[in-house]
């Protein structure tokens, strides 16, 4: 495993438990389940029958993505679950989410439309990195040796 596959991993495993605890701290007894997705679209969603939460890897791992920002999302979601996710984004959703202290935000912002990396580049050696630009040649810092790149975005 790569040192990015492995800082991500944490970062992940740490907005799990963030949503467990903040699920606690507001007092919500719900049985949700918490998952990350792939979506590229939306920061999260909730689903209904049975009560799930999604969050995004490329929003969580997002370069403009701050744990204040994550735990916003989460309350939104959570706001979602709460009062029923059939209610989008009314006034009783609206309530619900700034009583328990969501800004009430309704769009994730920049991530949306930024992409957070263009570029995976590996190394003969097993590392994996990623990035939002390349240059012509492409060194690995660790192993002193070409990159392969390939264009993802
Ligand atoms: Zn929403
Ligand atoms: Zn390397």
Redesign the pocket.
Known sequence: MSFHEHSTNIKHKKTTLDFYRIKKRIGCELDILFTINDCKKNAAICYDNPLEIQVSRYFIDSSVTTVEKIEDVIL?ELA?AIVGPGNG?NDTWKDCAREIGCTSD?CAGPFLKKKDYNYVLTCPDGCDIRKLRVKKLNICSKHRKVLHVVKIN
Do not use: F, L, N, Q
């Open positions: 939104h979602h984004h309704v």
